[in-house]
T-cell receptor, first 111, second 111 residues
Framework: GENVEQHPSTLSVQEGDSAVIKCTYS??????FPWYKQELGKGPQLIID?????GEKKDQRIAVTLNKTAKHFSLHITETQPEDSAVYFC??????????FGSGTRLLVRP | NAGVTQTPKFRILKIGQSMTLQCTQD?????MYWYRQDPGMGLKLIYY???????DKGEVPNGYNVSRSTTEDFPLRLELAAPSQTSVYFC??????????FGPGTRLLVL
């Protein structure tokens, strides 16, 4: 079955620096890869997603890249701000309506 | 739209007690999910539903039950609470697109 590994588990960056979180997946048939952000005491919220027919997608300071050959996809946050501090989860589909989530990355942006 | 709402926000149970975690969505979504999130871990799927009257087990269903009598509601039942069920529980829903929308979570402590 599908398996998703996420690294690193924690990441501390200085405000204004970039942050990169990487996930690998096992099922080559997977075609949809979302990223969720979870702020303290709240439920996860979708921030960006990518489909397997594109290699990169950007939304302001956030971008996601996909390498289908290597079976990995990454979240890039540029010009980090303190409000980017949160837990980030990647996910991949295990069926047409179910997702499997990575173990999460706790990002801390130091002012 | 209120989105996905969950009650209660927090509950303490004694071992062996029962309770129902409530989840309601007002987006007319067919798909609904229950996840648990243990400290420092990702989201594990407990049960899911693809429509009213249809439910199925996820990765970690033992000790839980669900029902889906309406499109809006998807309650999660714990019959005999155990310390291992101490966790944060999230309900989510999705429509025809892949995005899952999460509720704010229920924090459960079993002592």
């Amino acid at each position: 079955g599908e398996n998703v590994e996420q690294h690193p588990s924690t990441l501390s960056v200085q405000e204004g620096d970039s942050a990169v979180i990487k996930c690998t997946y096992s099922d080559s048939a997977s075609n949809y890869f979302p990223w969720y952000k979870q702020e303290l005491g709240k439920g996860p919220q979708l921030i960006i997603d990518i489909r397997s027919n594109v290699g990169e997608k950007k939304d302001q300071r956030i971008a996601v890249t996909l390498n289908k050959t290597a079976k990995h996809f990454s979240l890039h946050i540029t010009e980090t701000q303190p409000e980017d501090s949160a837990v980030y989860f990647c996910a991949a589909p295990v069926s047409s309506y179910k997702l499997i989530f990575g173990s999460g990355t706790r990002l801390l942006v130091r002012p | 739209n209120a989105g996905v709402t969950q009650t209660p926000k927090f509950r303490i149970l004694k071992i062996g007690q029962s309770m129902t975690l409530q989840c309601t969505q007002d987006m007319n979504h067919n798909y609904m999910y229950w996840y648990r999130q243990d400290p420092g871990m990702g989201l594990k799927l407990i049960y899911y539903s693809v429509g009213a009257g249809i439910t199925d087990k996820g990765e970690v269903p033992n000790g839980y039950n669900v029902s889906r009598s309406t499109t809006e509601d998807f309650p999660l039942r714990l019959e005999l609470a155990a310390p291992s069920q101490t966790s944060v529980y999230f309900c989510a829903s999705r429509g025809t697109e892949e995005t899952q929308y999460f509720g704010p979570g229920t924090r459960l402590l079993v002592l």
